[in-house]
C-alpha cells in the first residue's frame, strides 16, 4: 500500500476513523503511518508484552488467542492491540499472523493526537469495545451454560 490516496482511502474505512470531521489530520497520520509485514504463524505481540502500539490488519489473517483458546480471527480493516496502549498495562492477549499479514502501525503518541484532532475517534473506539465485551459475554456465558450442562449430565 504504497500510494497515499489509497491508504487514506483505506483508513477511512476502518472503524476509528469512520464518520470524523474531514480536515488534515488524516492525510497527515496516513503520510506517517509505518508498514509492516508479518509472515505466517508469527507472533505479533505476546500476552504480558508491553503494549505501545495499534495495529490496523492492511492484509491476511490475525488470530488473537490466550495460548490454545483463540478469542478471534481477525480480517482487514479490523484493528487490535489498543487495550494495553490505553491501560498501560501488559498486554492481555497475543496475536498471531495466521497468513502473511500486512499491518499499518500506530504509536501510542499518534493515536492520542489522533484524539485531540478528532474526538469522535475515541467514541469510535469506545463502540468497538462495547462491541467487542459484547460478544466475549456471549461467548463466555455460552460456554459457562455449557459447561454446567456437561456438569449436571455428569450427576
Do not use: W
Not at 6 to 18: D, G, S
Not at 95 to 102: H, L, N, P, Q
Not at 110 to 124: D, F, G, H, R, T
Amino acid at each position: 500500500m504504497t500510494d497515499l490516496e489509497t491508504r487514506l482511502r483505506f483508513l477511512q474505512e476502518v472503524a476509528i476513523f469512520q464518520e470524523i470531521e474531514q480536515n488534515d489530520f488524516l492525510p497527515e497520520l496516513a503520510k506517517t503511518l509505518e508498514e509492516v509485514v508479518f509472515p505466517a504463524n508469527q507472533t505479533i505481540f505476546t500476552k504480558g508484552d508491553e503494549g505501545q502500539l495499534l495495529y490496523i490488519l492492511v492484509s491476511g489473517k490475525v488470530k488473537v488467542h490466550l495460548d490454545d483458546f483463540t478469542l478471534a480471527f481477525l480480517e482487514p480493516g479490523a484493528y487490535f492491540g489498543e487495550m494495553a496502549l490505553f491501560e498501560s498495562r501488559p498486554r492481555s492477549a497475543s496475536a498471531t499472523a495466521v497468513e502473511e499479514s500486512k499491518c499499518l502501525v500506530l504509536t501510542g503518541e499518534q493515536v492520542y493526537q489522533a484524539i485531540k484532532e478528532s474526538p469522535n475517534i475515541a467514541l469510535n473506539l469506545i463502540r468497538v469495545l462495547a462491541q467487542r465485551v459484547r460478544k466475549f459475554n456471549r461467548l463466555f456465558g455460552a460456554s459457562e451454560e455449557l459447561f454446567y450442562l456437561k456438569l449436571k449430565k455428569q450427576t
